[in-house]
């Protein structure tokens, strides 16, 4: 199974974190939230909001490519770069992933799940 390594966030993964065992076919929100990192997600993983973005700072290109759905709320991401993805609907394929979780986030209020 690919690994994720977290790099460090401030509130929600300080010392960053590496999941050895990420199962392909799976999202990324999923997998963080499934290992204790509560990375937010406001519309519960239904790819209708922003508040999941992250950075795929490693093996970006071994996942299958955004929707036009994702594509058109990435554009409203905080901290947009060519590699982010709504963790939401990034799905881990066969190559390990190192993740950026963006400091920011449009939400204005954390939801506390």
């Not at 991401?77 to 979780?101: F, H, M, N, Y």
Request: with cysteine; glycine share 4%; charged share 25%.
């Amino acid at each position: 199974m690919p690994k994720i390594t977290v790099l460090p966030h401030p509130d929600v993964c300080p010392e960053g974190a590496v999941i050895s065992d990420a199962p392909e076919g799976t999202s990324i929100c999923r997998i963080l939230l499934d290992n204790h990192i509560e990375i937010e997600h406001a519309c519960e993983l239904s790819c209708a909001c922003t508040t999941c973005h992250v950075v795929i700072k490693e093996g970006f290109n071994s996942m299958e490519e955004a929707s036009d759905d994702e594509e058109d709320l990435l554009d409203k991401a905080w901290g947009l770069t060519p590699v982010s993805r709504l963790s939401c609907q990034a799905l881990v394929a066969d190559k390990d992933l190192v993740v950026e979780i963006p400091k920011y986030t449009i939400n204005h209020a954390k939801e506390n799940h």
